[in-house]
């Protein structure tokens, strides 16, 4: 399975693993590999290579540093999930030292970079913790700094975006059972290559805050008996520049679905009035419901079929980008498969662009209306229930060892497969740390 872009001939490609391709679970390093095989038997075990004295780990991981050590255990159940879960590290990674030199001064003086630099990376309790989700029972890290950075950090966004659908599913369904109605509006312009980002996202925003205010918008929102809306702002990138547009679902009483045709002409003149090129009538306005969803979807070239409204609202911008262009994580894709430094330029630049802007935005009142609490991305992306079980605790030496060796997603892998391996493959870290005395 392949996603490739082209921009001015270039093609970035990543290839998930076949049925049989082996996965090495840690690395260049071949500290440790994981083969799968067809049958669920989990009688093979791995045992990790002995000291000299006889006893397991200690000083001597430097003797088997560069040897390929076997886990022998049952696929995934969804490879193709678990790559995507590895995936996520390995872009953060590259999106924190694409950022690194995007520093911003704090009151005392000293300078400060983003937040994604030291999400999940930098520890701000005694031991990192291991645990396991009851919901999915799925693994993740707790004692560490998380960013919650929908724009600049994959593995807060995935998170976030989670917690965002389920809020807007909740509305959505709440409404619709109210006998109300919901509808999603799509705003875009005219784009051109050389374009910058900043300069369109600030005359985008100028041009739906002019609209909305004119006493023309506000008479048909009334016909309709709009009570609230949704908006999300999204970026892509293809050969035309940035493509800077949104989503909006109207929440109105009764069954009235607006015509783009209705729109159109407020949108065409607010656009003009700010500066920005007059929309088409075919791109400019689109209009879909809940059961147009899918189609809509289709259209845009997206991963899944089990794609929804809530999910178009809220995880766009993690997805593999359609027709439509590159993905702002797209970009990180690109700069790690090609090395091209224009596209950590853009990334850059986007970033900096939505630095501190609300990606999705309910209107006043309107999460009250449906009783759901108001937190904030951070909050959503630290993901921790109470039914949740913590794992193991991993002290500052043994982790230091694994952000440096880029182990953070592979170890949480080891743990989905199971206790087993997850202790296995944490005895191979520890040993090539040098950590004798681990507390687990």
Partial sequence: MKWQKKIKGVTAATVHPSENQPF?????????????????????????????????GGKAASSFLGNTHEITAPPPDDKTAMHRRLERFELQSIASKILKSVTRKRRDGSS?????????????????????????SLH??????????????????????????????????????????????????????????????DKFQDARRLMKHRPSYKSLMKQIGLIGEINRTEVTYGQNGWHIHCHTILF?????ILSPGAIFPMWANACESVGLP????????????????????AKQGKETSNWTLEKEMTKGHIKRGGKEGLTPFDLLRAYRDTKQERFADLFREYSTTFKGTRQLVWSRG???????????DEEAAENHDEMDEILALIPPKLWAFIREKNYRGKLLEAAN???????????????????????F
């Avoid at 007059?278 to 689109?286: L, M, N, W």
């Fill in 278 to 297: 007059s929309p088409s009538r075919a791109h400019g306005v689109t209009i879909s419901t809940p059961s147009q969803i899918a189609d809509y979807i």
């Fill in 24 to 56: 090495t679970l840690l690395g260049k390093e071949k500290l440790m590999h994981l083969s799968y095989q067809t049958a669920p038997d989990r009688s093979s075990g791995f045992k990790p290579p002995r000291s000299p004295s006889g006893g397991r």
């Fill in 417 to 439: 497969i199971s206790p087993e391996v997850f202790a296995q493959a944490l005895d191979v870290l520890k040993t090539s740390a040098g950590y004798v005395d681990y507390p």
């Fill in 252 to 256: 109105t009483e009764g069954k009235t």
């Fill in 112 to 136: 400060m970079s983003p937040r994604v630099c030291d999400c999940l990376h930098k520890m701000r309790s005694k031991n990192v913790e291991v645990w396991k989700s009851a919901k999915n």
């Fill in 140 to 201: 993740y890290y707790g004692g560490l700094v998380v960013c919650g950075s929908v724009w600049d950090c994959l593995p807060c966004a995935q998170k976030v975006s989670e917690k965002r659908a389920a809020e807007i599913k909740q509305a959505v369904e709440s409404w619709e059972a109210q006998g109300g109605s919901v509808q999603m509006v799509t705003l875009t312009f005219p784009h051109y290559e050389n374009q910058k980002c900043k300069p369109l996202r």
């Fill in 366 to 376: 309107l999460k009250s209306r449906f009783l759901i609490d108001d937190i904030t």
